[in-house]
């Protein structure tokens, strides 16, 4: 039996999308991270356009067509070729590794930042905006302003969009959430998922319209939303309508941190309080109560604390504030 062809059509949706935006570049456009194919085209998409191709690797035109781009060896981090009107970069590496595989190329050996168990959603986005926020730097320096830049966060979570979004918002990028286009495709026959971002240089985007943007479905169900959530719907509806912390502690395991339970109160609706979990071993847990069954709650609240302590002398508690909890962002 012949074995199944692999399925690459990453570079096809790529082009798609550039395609569909044709009307955001310049005259002067430079690539980097992408396939040399992608730049091929772009220079038969735009005959007038002056293309530079950057690439750390040996590269040849198989087609010697006097509209190809110019490949030249070098990494964007060091290329020294002044402004340009558009800019295509994606990384050859995730912009969002496991912990345990280091920092993507873009980023030079900034650590990828370490998520504690019950960190709310707009704190890991705090976290990683700190750490996409030099190679977004290096992208932004070779632009223009007015121009556009082109670039993809390789994963599905939302919360690396947005700190990839802050990051390049502090580089005055501004990002219209109207034209970040999530992408499906196949990458050496396994799926892949990108988040397709088209920003301009010297327009700041406002922190808050892009929060706005990214929780907005959160927000649509804030009043037909289910009792209890479970997992990132969890997190995330208690972040879009966290008002602030009622009580809450986290929980340790001799000296590591296992987790946290706390009650919210919510930004939008009065009678309304929220009862989060997040604990080692479980799936973020969000249940909605009435402000009428706040003691309820709190006795509940502490009554597993000590039915934890009961099961391994090990555990002890810590009692929160908004200066140690993660309710208070830094964005």
């Not at 735009?46 to 190809?68: C, H, N």
């Not at 290329?79 to 912009?95: A, I, K, R, S």
């Not at 009435?290 to 709650?297: A, F, G, L, P, S």
């Not at 604390?305 to 140690?324: F, G, V, Y």
Request: glycine letters at 8%; proline letters at 3%.
């Amino acid at each position: 039996m012949s074995e199944r062809p692999i399925i690459n059509n990453v570079n096809e949706k790529i082009t798609a999308w550039l395609d569909k935006n044709r009307d955001a570049f310049g005259r002067k456009i430079l690539c980097a991270g992408i396939d040399l194919r992608i730049a091929v085209h772009l220079s038969h998409l735009f005959p007038e356009s002056s293309i530079v191709y950057l690439t750390d690797q040996e590269a040849d035109l198989m087609d010697k067509d006097l509209r190809g781009p110019l490949v030249i060896r070098d990494r964007i981090e060091s290329y020294q070729g002044g402004l340009f009107d558009t800019v295509v970069c994606f990384p050859e590496e995730p912009l969002c590794p496991a912990a345990e595989t280091g920092s993507s190329w873009i980023h030079g050996d900034k650590p990828y930042p370490a998520i504690e168990r019950g960190t709310l959603y707009l704190k890991r986005v705090s976290l990683l905006m700190d750490y996409y926020e030099n190679g977004a730097a290096i992208l932004c320096r070779h632009l223009r302003k007015g121009g556009t830049l082109f670039n993809l966060v390789r994963s599905g979570h939302d919360e690396h969009l947005l700190g990839y979004c802050f990051a390049l918002a502090s580089e005055e990028m501004k990002i219209d959430p109207s034209f970040i286009r999530q992408i499906h495709c196949r990458e050496d026959g396994k799926s892949l998922t990108l988040q397709a971002i088209r920003a301009e240089a010297g327009a700041r985007s406002e922190i808050s319209s892009l929060i706005a943007g990214n929780l907005n479905f959160s927000l649509d169900r804030m009043n037909t939303a289910e009792v209890e959530l479970q997992g990132r719907d969890a997190e995330i509806l208690l972040q879009a309508d966290l008002s602030g912390l009622i009580r809450g502690y986290h929980i340790y395991q001799g000296g590591d941190l296992m987790g946290k339970l706390a009650l919210y109160s919510s930004a939008n609706r009065q009678n309304v309080i929220y009862y989060f979990t997040d604990v080692q071993g479980d799936v973020p847990y969000l249940r909605r109560f009435h402000t009428e069954d706040r003691q309820k709650v709190l006795r509940h609240m502490v009554g597993e604390l000590h039915r934890q302590k009961a099961a391994d002398s090990n555990i002890s508690w810590h009692e929160l504030t908004l200066n140690d909890d993660w309710s208070e962002t830094e964005l």
